[in-house]
DNA sequence: GGTTAGCACTCTACGAAGCTTAGTGCTAAA
DNA sequence: TTTAGCACTAAGCTTCGTAGAGTGCTAACC
């Protein structure tokens, strides 16, 4: 579906919009007389009848069945939120409480999940949060602590805060103390690199040593080689408040639950969705239905926004519930939490 | 209720265990006519009628409704576990998929989630798992490394390779080669201690402190006290497959379904009931119906295992799932797994 | 005395019929 | 171009009747 080529004239516009709003407020489709009483454009319902006949054939209404009002396609929505909503009259956001809370947490993940709490609070939708994986991280400290026999635990300490546990397997056990000097060797070697470059810098190294036998810095390249491999890939998200969007009627089929509550549980369909808007970067972006091309959440719109570390994005927040939603009211929520975020996360 | 004076007669019980069997397997309410005809005890359903009205008078079955078949109360289930079931009777679970699988996860907390996974898988249930908290732990290193500022990483190894991290905040930032020393400090007077016992020492040490004064000691015991403040009570639980107990007929219906996945997402109340069954450390302990005194969850029964690192009882693992379902093939599967990590914990 | 056949009774589930209601499309007039 | 009017449609609700499953009770049977 392209847009259409054919631009709307205002009042069908207007009569669009009415349509949109009645049906985000009551859930129910829209008839031509709900529309000529609500809102008044002095027209009678016969007038509207017939605009909404051919907003129909554009493509922007559909019908449930012959005699039930219309409701909003994805297109009309699309339409809605690209032409009709206007960012200067969303309300303000600031949330004090908020603020404070988050400002209080040090932890990067627990950060995280208390902002997916709050971002399905503030909007009454599920919040989530995708957090940072590695590729997209400047390492800052890389430590190795001795767990039980030849078994390291390695931790990734990232300049944005984010901190990365992971287990290695050696072939030999490695004292606690040689392991200090090899993660303050690591450190000094990889502090302010990304993923990409410490590859190649390991790269590098390996050569080096080669030709000079040293045994801590042979030891050091062989941990890190095992620490950094398999790094790519994992990335984590936090989903809150799926029971809000239970409350939604859209939902009270019971498979469309199923459908959805298995799109939640999958995590992978949603990190596949939030990268891909990370990809995009844009400042908030909305997600509607069919748009984001997975099926079981086609009746899911979502909206986010990328989060940043000092200037570079490093991952998405934003809420997803019905395609039915005020986004009036949630996208001013999505764009101050991940203003907020990433100014904790830049400032700190 | 208590347990009822009077015995059931060995008839009585059979047409007991053939209700409940079957209702099991239905789902549906249980006639007279359906165990006379599917189980052969060589009775009419006139017979078997009566055998019923005395069992409901015992308060084992109840009618939905006049004249419906009858369904087992929790009594019956408890009848059922306590006195039906031998477990010589039970299927052997053995699966080398699993314990590859779960072998080969050197991370705590990456096995601990994948265990709720494969019990979920092999129960068809929702499987769930509380992670030990730092109560039950034995410390084996405290590690303490810069972040940005006064802010500062620490990580708690256990013995039993729980890791576990936090950040504090400090009055003014320390350098990460002081951490250093600290950390081995810290790690050498408190490894092999408890919570409880470490928190005493720390006592025991700001005493000492004073009489001979000792900058770094000093730090080392600053740093602790916030290390170790605020950290009794956090748990943590994994859930799993909470799709499938979506897949019963019992909960069809909107209602129950969102009285349950309110009680997923508020963890607390999860937590609540598995601490419960990590004081009581028995072997798999079936609790039925409304004995978990959540209301919620009164439609639910647990199956749950401790599992051990060495000879303590440290978290606890099991399935969750409709009040109606096959016990038989479910606790062996959690016997069997919490057999597995335990093993796995202790051999590592 | 326990067991069973028979029967009246009860309650639910299901479907058809009918009514109401919301909303449409079309036509003809303003 | 707008509007009033009207015929039409489909869904939802209610009512009613029926079929079916299952019970409890009684009386007969072994």
Redesign the pocket.
Known sequence: MTEPKMELNP?SSSILEAVVHDHIATA???????IAKKYKF?????????I??DL?EMGYLS????????VPTDRAYRFYVNHLLESHHFPKVKNPVVEATLQSIHEFNELMKETSVFLSQLSNQAGIVLIPNLKKTVFKRIEFIHLTGSRVLVIFVAESGLVHKKTIELDRPISQNTLEKISNLVTEQMAGLTLQEIRKKLVKMMEEEKTQFDELLNQAVKLSQKAFENEEGESEVYVRGTLNILNQPEFASIERMKALFKAFEEKSILIQILDKCLEEDQNVKVTIGSENCIEEMEDCSLVTSTYKYGNMSVGVLGIIGPKRMDYSRVIPVVGYMAKLISNLLTNS
């Open positions: 009042r129910e489709p829209v008839g031509s007389r709900t002095g027209l009678s319902p016969a007038t509207i009848r017939n909404m006949a129909e019908q449930p069945h012959t005699s039930a009002g219309r």
